[in-house]
């Protein structure tokens, strides 16, 4: 067997934040002695941190880093979350719901349920789309209880849902975590980059990072985890980034925190404002809320105001601004340097994918961790799937955005009007003909999510598959009355989600 080189050892992770100690704590679960993992972060620079509402796959995350979920939601005065509700998004004065898990259930039919659903609906004989889905149903009720894996035929065994969560107290989390497991952190800024001047495969290769401190930090594995900033990846390794603001041109974002409202409800609520859209997360002590706008379409001072007005309790602090480009880095590994989070790309909070781009990107680092010889075909394939993961999320936003019938300003007429990437257009097409899903394999976002969003913002399908006309209108309309019927009385049964937070993952009062 080819020599792949002697393995390296020292892994340098450069930040902190989200990225920086979400990728500590997975490496630190799998990595052992004789490797070294350090985290250099500065206090000073802080991070961007707001109430953060994360999807399902987090749930993956939390198993590979071996994270409790009880008590990370303690911790970070966490809630659940079982979706996305949409206000404003296809016309004002509207409103959907973007839930977690599946729409309806398989039948031995030949077709999905959703072409059932399309019949049934036209014949006016099927309830809207969300008395077919636990999630959503749920949600609507402010109920909550954990899946049930035994109740087997059960829309409980797979319910779907994910997490509210203090990001702040989140990174505290984990690095108790990550030090626990030998993690060492170096607190400073970094001032210097060095690069490896010696001929041979490390020729360009970063050797260390220097401190204010004047101590030097070598490494053989670097992750840039520094945000926006992107100090190794960009600012020293000079990649070049792909802007996406053609497509989705908000760039800035006003964030403040609330008080506390009742209920506590499972869900974030994603409203739809003159030029950009204000989001709503609740935790346990208090609500995160902020305003994501085009700059170019609102002044600072307008987005700001818009955002207190629409709060729905008084604000507990100063809101911040965050300004941002959207986008991805076209190379998030290069030599020994990955890019993990804000420096690899930043696709704006919409559907609450950022902490999943960091997971994915660890995760898929840990499948091809390197030898020292850095193979440039494991590159080139993480690059690879790096970039389709980024573009499957870049193309669910978008449509969200695309797909908008207000008329009201020259914001959202601009996105209706736009040009969309080529695979978004074709599953609109496709939708549009006969309400068929595209195929998904890879996608984050699977079938019932696409279904959701284009009904929720009004793509109506001119028609459905034939096969769907096999079965009787009766035999059709029994079977979506069995799934609508189980999920109201499983709903029924479950706590209200205050009752099930209060009980199982109380958190210290603030």
């Given at each position: ?294 700059s170019a379409h609102m002044s ?18 100063e809101p911040r601004l965050v ?32 902490l999943h781009l960091i997971q ?151």
């Open positions: 067997m080819e020599n792949m080189g002697k393995p390296l050892q020292r892994v340098v992770i450069v930040g902190g934040g989200a990225a920086g100690w979400m990728s500590a704590a997975a490496l630190s679960a799998v990595l052992k002695p004789p490797y070294e993992i350090r985290l250099v972060e500065s206090e000073e620079i802080g991070i961007i941190g707001v109430g953060e509402a994360t999807i399902p796959p987090i749930r993956m995350f939390n198993g590979l880093a071996r994270i409790d979920e009880a008590g990370f939601l303690k911790a970070t005065q966490g809630t659940f979350k079982l979706g996305i509700e949409f206000v404003n998004w296809g016309r004002v004065g509207e409103r959907y719901f973007h839930g977690f898990g599946d729409v309806g259930k398989e039948a031995m039919w030949p077709v999905d349920f959703s072409q059932y659903w399309l019949r049934m609906r036209a014949l006016g004989r099927a309830l809207p789309l969300d008395a077919y889905a636990i999630s959503n149903t749920a949600a609507k009720s402010n109920k909550f209880m954990l899946p049930q894996p035994n109740m087997q035929n059960s829309p409980m065994a797979a319910l779907g849902y994910a997490y509210h969560f203090d990001a702040g107290l989140y990174a505290r989390h984990l690095r108790a975590v990550s030090e626990a497991r030998g993690v060492r952190r170096t607190e400073g800024k970094v001032v210097r980059v060095l690069l490896n001047e010696e001929p041979g495969p490390r020729l360009g290769h970063v050797r260390a990072v220097q401190m204010q401190s004047g101590e030097l930090v070598e490494g053989d594995l670097f992750l840039d985890c520094s945000g926006f900033a992107s100090l190794l990846i960009e600012k020293t390794l000079d990649t070049g980034y792909e802007d996406w603001s053609h497509w989705l041109p908000c760039d800035r974002a006003w964030a403040v925190p609330s008080e506390r409202t009742n209920p506590l409800v499972p869900y974030t609520r994603a409203t739809a404002h003159k030029a950009g859209w204000q989001w709503r997360i609740p935790l346990q002590h208090r609500v995160g809320n902020g305003h994501v706008y085009s600072d001072d307008e987005a700001a105001a818009i955002l207190l007005k629409n709060l729905d309790a008084p604000a507990l602090a300004k941002f480009r959207t986008g991805m880095r076209k190379q998030a590994w290069s030599r020994n340097v990955v890019a993990i989070g804000m420096s690899a790309g930043f696709v704006e909070p919409l559907e609450s994918t950022a994915m990107g660890v995760a898929k680092l840990i499948e091809a961790f390197p030898h020292s010889g850095f193979d440039p075909v494991e590159i080139e394939e993480y690059n690879r799937a790096s970039r389709v993961r980024y573009e499957y999320v870049r193309d669910f936003i978008v449509l969200h955005y695309h797909l908008n019938q207000r008329d009201d300003t020259e914001f959202w007429r601009a996105c209706a009007a736009m040009s969309v990437p080529e695979a978004l257009r074709y599953r609109m097409k496709l939708y549009a003909a006969s309400g068929r899903l595209a195929d998904v394999h890879a996608d984050l976002f699977r079938e019932p999510s696409w279904l959701e969003v284009m009904e929720g913002q009004n793509l109506r399908p001119r028609g459905w598959l034939a096969l769907a006309d096999l079965q009787s209108v009766e035999d059709t309309a029994r079977y979506m009355r069995g799934i609508s019927d189980t999920i109201a009385t499983c709903v029924a049964a479950m706590p209200a989600h205050e009752e099930f937070v209060r009980q199982y993952c109380p958190a210290a009062q603030a």
